[in-house]
């Protein structure tokens, strides 16, 4: 489906000033919460915070924090160090990376484009910084140790990272699971799992960790990793998509 006037309707910018970012935190309050009041942390200070808005209502209706292993060198580190031991990405993976966190889009936009538009600007930022690698985070909402398992079992079995690239939940964050042995069900699998996961494998990033336990947001966190040099091809030109 196309939307010939999401151009006009939508503008794309970095926050670059306290208000706009507050209304970046509210954002993730009502999205992640469904609360009116802010969803901050200490990471905030020193990431770069994309954000949609709509022009019509002049309203921040999506966003998206990205930090650059640059800026995290002299403050707290990564989100991602939050749940997992990044003792091998920081080891082997050499150059510029990017962690993504916080993606978020109001209910009632998710009709439009808005992960696509913001993406599109992402690349530019990842230019930009000569990006190398980029990471997250990415959830599932459902608990159920069976459903987690059977998860497990399906990345182990089609895109799990070398030991090189894998990270480990920390101690306190670690999630049971109950490892599913039966026959998978691909298409189910695929068709169950969360928009953002099934978008970060498509352009060719691995699942490098066994799940996490947030109990803050209650969700099921994985750490995945894109190598931006192998990239699908395909999937970048959808983000250069004139009609997006």
């Not at 151009?7 to 919460?33: M, N, P, Q, S």
């Not at 930090?67 to 082997?92: A, C, M, P, Q, R």
């Not at 992960?115 to 599109?120: G, P, S």
Request: hydrophobic share 35%.
């Amino acid at each position: 489906m196309q939307y010939s006037d999401s151009k006009e309707r939508f503008a794309i910018v970095f926050v670059k000033d306290e208000k706009l970012l507050d209304e970046v935190k509210y954002l993730r309050g009502r999205v992640f919460f469904g609360k009116n009041e802010k969803e901050e942390d200490e990471f905030d200070s020193y990431s770069h915070h994309l954000a949609v808005i709509d022009k019509e209502k002049n309203e921040i209706i999506g966003s998206y924090r990205l930090l650059l292993g640059s800026d995290s060198k002299n403050h707290s580190g990564f989100y991602s160090e939050t749940e997992f031991d990044l003792t091998n990405i920081k080891k082997n993976c050499q150059g510029q990376v990017l962690e993504m966190s916080r993606a978020c889009v109001l209910d009632s936009y998710r009709k439009f484009p808005i992960i696509k538009f913001m993406w599109k600007r992402i690349i530019s930022f990842m230019m930009e910084n000569e990006v190398k690698y980029i990471f997250g985070c990415p959830s599932i909402e459902i608990l159920d140790a069976g459903y987690v398992g059977k998860m497990v079992s399906y990345f182990k079995a089609n895109c799990f990272s070398g030991d090189d690239l894998r990270v480990y939940p920390l101690k306190e964050k670690a999630c049971k699971y109950n490892l599913y042995t039966g026959n998978l069900d691909t298409k189910e699998i695929i068709s169950s799992l969360p928009s953002l996961i099934k978008g970060y494998l498509k352009m060719g990033a691995l699942i490098c960790s066994e799940p996490a336990l947030d109990e803050r947001f209650k969700t099921v966190d994985f750490f995945m990793m894109l190598d931006v040099g192998k990239m699908n091809i395909s999937y970048r030109k959808k983000f250069n998509d004139k009609n997006i």
